[in-house]
């Protein structure tokens, strides 16, 4: 088992993890329509292999991960082909090629050869650093498949409705209720879950909406 107690992921801030992303969709996704087709950036555009296959780390909890050789994306056949995942599945292919672009010459320097090889990184890098390699990936998805400006519309719009419905005062009393009502609606226009757009507006720093 190799010894990972001195890996370091790279410091990346949260404005160069955003630039990174909205650098990729503007580059390879210039239709700028919603939902982001992910799928096409990276199969099409980018030119990565997208393999369907039962996976064989499912107590580990992964929908998907890089290829060894950095070729593909290895996706779960069962998530990939059942259409209700298919949010999940979009975020996982964003969240995997945030990988890709951020931590190629990570994944080019590791001592990695098999699928076992990435497991026993996996499991045996430290609390920190995982958390750190995972946040940047998953703070790219984020930002790639929801493009503030849109969600900025998305809220305006939804702000509009409450004002219709004399509902300012509970706003004004619990926004974190009323975001958990409307967080359902507004990733409908995304194609991400209502998780993907609480923690957008949370990073954002668009919630409670100053009216």
Same mark, same amino acid.
């Not at 955003?18 to 555009?45: F, G, H, Q």
């Not at 945030?98 to 499991?123: A, C, R, T």
């Given at each position: 088992?190799?010894?990972?107690?001195?890996?370091?992921?790279?410091?990346? #801030?949260?404005?160069?993890?955003?630039?990174?992303?909205?650098?990729?969709?503007?580059?390879?996704?210039?239709? $700028?329509?919603?939902?982001?087709?992910?799928?096409?950036?990276? *199969?099409?555009?980018?030119?990565?292999?997208?393999?369907?296959? =039962?996976?064989?780390?499912?107590?580990?909890?992964?929908?998907?991960?890089?290829?060894?050789?950095?070729?593909?994306?290895?996706?779960?056949?069962?998530?990939?082909?059942?259409?209700?995942?298919? $949010?999940?599945?979009?975020? #996982?292919?964003? =969240?995997?090629?945030?990988?890709?672009?951020? =931590?190629?010459?990570?994944?080019?320097?590791?001592?990695?050869?098999?699928?076992?090889?990435?497991?026993?990184?996996?499991?045996?890098? #430290?609390?920190?650093?995982?958390?750190?390699?995972?946040?940047?990936? $998953?703070?790219?998805?984020?930002?790639?498949?929801?493009?503030?400006?849109?969600?900025?519309?998305?809220?305006?719009?939804?702000?509009?409705?409450?004002?219709?419905? $004399?509902?300012?005062?509970?706003?004004?009393?619990?926004?974190?209720?009323?975001?958990?009502?409307?967080?359902?609606?507004?990733?409908?226009?995304?194609?991400?879950?209502?998780?993907?757009?609480?923690?957008?507006?949370?990073?954002? *720093?668009?919630?409670?909406?100053?009216?």
């Amino acid at each position: 088992m190799t010894d990972y107690s001195d890996f370091k992921c790279l410091w990346v #801030s949260k404005d160069e993890l955003w630039e990174m992303a909205e650098k990729v969709r503007s580059e390879y996704w210039p239709e $700028n329509t919603l939902p982001v087709d992910v799928e096409k950036i990276v *199969e099409r555009r980018i030119g990565l292999d997208i393999i369907p296959k =039962h996976m064989i780390f499912r107590e580990m909890d992964i929908d998907a991960y890089l290829t060894i050789d950095l070729m593909g994306i290895i996706v779960d056949y069962d998530l990939y082909m059942d259409e209700k995942f298919s $949010n999940r599945i979009r975020f #996982s292919f964003a =969240h995997e090629l945030g990988h890709y672009v951020l =931590h190629k010459e990570i994944y080019n320097q590791l001592p990695i050869s098999s699928p076992e090889d990435w497991k026993d990184f996996m499991l045996n890098l #430290s609390d920190r650093e995982y958390g750190f390699f995972e946040y940047q990936a $998953n703070e790219f998805a984020g930002r790639l498949l929801v493009p503030r400006d849109e969600l900025i519309k998305e809220i305006d719009n939804t702000i509009q409705i409450i004002k219709e419905n $004399n509902l300012m005062d509970f706003l004004a009393e619990d926004p974190i209720a009323v975001l958990s009502q409307m967080s359902l609606s507004l990733c409908k226009p995304f194609g991400v879950s209502y998780k993907v757009i609480e923690r957008r507006v949370d990073r954002e *720093e668009l919630w409670p909406p100053k009216v």
